[in-house]
């Protein structure tokens, strides 16, 4: 809760401490073991013996006295190389109206999943009211001019249909047999929501709780404190849940021309 309450001299060598010693290529995966080079074993030993000496002392406070029993599975399993792993190969084409799409086919399963990707990523969200970004993506949601909010949470669960928006990407996934039903609904979800005043203070209330639950959760909001450290002034600083003032002033007609502005 106090970290950042030190002197700044002194939280900049612990920023560059931590990455100096952790953020190693021998520190990550491919889902393989990598080898290691001469130094990171160095640093790997060190590790080990730290961890070797908490172990004693955490187990000497916890003698054990049943008896320990032989290991049966773990003798079985029988080392492999790893074998070679090449992601699909996607194809190309572009719509009339100018979208390019990325698509692959996979005949072992017969759902479909469709991601929209917009130009205008979270990092959008208006400076005027942070957080309109996310509310508009919530309120979109909540039905449009063709479905009220309990009709198309009918539609879509009615036929296994799964949807999500937030800023900068909407996704939803389908059985194939219902594609054409698919894109119908998301159409209308994109093109037409709906701007209900009850749906959207439903949503109000729902970001609010979002929001206090937010900064009273320490590996939540320690993330937001960081990137306010170091993109101070940039869009990457801001917090896509926006603030509670902000919220609280969030009309619908900010919303309707955030949607009008951004979602083409």
Known sequence: ??????????????????ISNYFKASFRHTG?????SQQ???????????SDEYDVKFLAARPRTSQIEEPSYAKQIQPKDATQFDFPKYS??????GIKVLYYQNDATPKINLILSLKARDYYDSIQHPGLYNFLAQVMQEGT????????????????MSLSISPGLVAMNMLAADLEKGLELLQ???SHPRFDE???????????????????????????????????????????????????????????????????
């Open 1 to 18: 809760f106090h970290f950042l309450d030190k002197p700044k001299s002194e939280v900049e060598q612990d920023i560059k401490n931590l």
């Open 188 to 190: 209308e979800i994109i």
């Open 198 to 264: 009850n749906e959207i203070e439903k949503v109000r209330t729902q970001i609010l709780a979002e929001i206090k639950n937010f900064w009273d959760t320490p590996t939540s909001f320690s993330r937001q404190l960081i990137n306010e450290q170091i993109y101070k002034g940039h869009p990457y600083s801001k917090n896509i849940l926006g603030t509670k003032d902000s919220v609280e002033k969030i009309t619908k007609k900010d919303l309707i021309e955030f949607h009008k502005k951004y979602f083409s």
């Open 32 to 36: 393989m073991i990598l080898p290691l």
């Open 92 to 97: 190309t084409m572009r719509l009339p109206n």
């Open 40 to 50: 990171d074993k160095l640093e790997w030993a060190r590790m080990q013996k730290e």
């Open 145 to 160: 001019k063709k479905y009220t909010a309990a009709q198309l949470a009918d539609e879509l669960e009615s036929r296994g």
